[in-house]
């Protein structure tokens, strides 16, 4: 049988297998008296990505988002998604699989959890939220270095 995923036995191959939703949550606990509250609402984002090896040649990365917006002291809502991917990495090199589910798999990721959070947000009776673009290279350079930091100062102690 062919190998559908690679017209050329040993090339490298990069394939999506499945995306798919692991966790949802939206909150607005002081719904619908906070309709009426006047001022500008504050949104705090945390973004955090992690990548398990789940067979021979697959992947699953994750991506989680939490997404909190306040009025005052009061939280006007909260979202949490926490959506995956499994993924197909053949014949890649060794050094080229943790930039690729560091940078690669949440960059494809990313657009699917946008649209969950602007549609749930929209739902919840607010105005959307649209997430900022992320620069996951920027974001994997910062994780090495805070793992490289950590590290020294493991060796140090």
Known sequence: MADETSPNPGQPVFHVEKLYLKDLSFESPHTPEIFREAGEPRMEYQLETNAVQKGPEHFESI????????????????????????????????????????????????PYVRHLVADLVTEGGFKPVVLDPINFVMLYQQQLQQQAQRQAAEAEG
């Not at 909260?78 to 499994?86: E, I, P, Q, R």
């Open 63 to 110: 991506l989680h988002v939490t997404v909190k917006v306040m009025l005052q002291e009061s939280v006007l809502f909260l979202v949490d998604v926490t959506y995956g991917g499994l993924f197909l990495l053949r014949n890649v090199p060794r050094e080229h699989i943790a930039p690729t589910l560091g940078i690669e798999c949440p960059n494809i990721l990313f």
